[in-house]
């Protein structure tokens, strides 16, 4: 089915060269929506054919990179980030790039696969316009397992605050206190006090 859709996305390129400038009533292109179904081929294709797709945002401010996170589309980001690693520094609306997006979507797999290959320390501390670190996000969201990925990498810098001033340890610890701790998250919050 993959061979089958790239010698379609092949000969649509040929044929009908226009078209790989068309967006969806979202501001989608051909870019987002390969990067969303997580076809790597195609994202290759269109991206020779047109660099630029990689940059166009869609209404929401999301490039193809932050879609791919959002879906956990791992060879999409893959291909991506070695045909323009500077995509990663594009945030969205609300500042996030796409290491916030791949926390708040629950896509271990994503994030694992941005920590790999974008290296910049400043991409994984940097703040959204509500102040969240994408560590942040994974303590207020209970998204344990990218939280514990995050920690993992010593670029993460958990002592970096919000705009209330918590870091993600006290936004785990206020869970503690007010009893919605699951042992999941209290494995994160001995983790955090290390």
């Given at each position: 089915?993959?061979a089958?859709?790239t010698g ?15 967006t969806?009533?979202q501001g ?30 869609n ?5 193809p990179l932050?879609?791919?996170?959002q ?7 893959k ?10 520094e594009?945030?969205d609306?609300d ?8 926390v ?8 694992r ?8 320390a400043?991409?994984l ?6 102040g ?10 209970s998204?344990?397992?990218s ?7 010593r ?17 785990v610890?206020?869970?503690?206190h007010?009893?919605?701790?699951d ?11 290390h």
């Open positions: 089915m993959r089958h859709a379609i996305v092949e000969i649509l390129l040929e044929k009908m060269p226009d078209l790989i400038d068309l969806d009533s989608n292109n051909a870019l987002h929506y390969a990067a969303q179904k997580d076809h790597q081929k195609a994202v290759e294709l269109l991206l020779k054919k047109r660099t630029e797709l990689a940059y166009k945002r209404l929401e401010s999301m490039s932050h879609v791919a996170a879906y956990g589309s791992t060879a999409a980001i291909a991506l980030l070695r045909h323009c690693p500077d995509v990663a594009m945030v609306k500042g996030r790039n796409a290491f916030h997006t791949s708040l979507s629950g896509k271990a797999a994503a994030l696969s941005l920590l790999r290959r974008v290296r910049p400043e991409l501390n940097r703040v959204d316009i509500h969240d670190t994408p560590l942040h996000l994974a303590a207020k969201n998204r344990v397992h939280a514990l990925l995050l920690l993992r990498d670029r993460v810098d958990p002592c970096v605050r919000d705009k209330k001033g918590h870091t993600a340890r006290s936004l610890e206020k869970k503690l007010t009893g919605e701790m042992a999941y998250e209290m494995y994160l919050w001995r983790q955090l006090k």
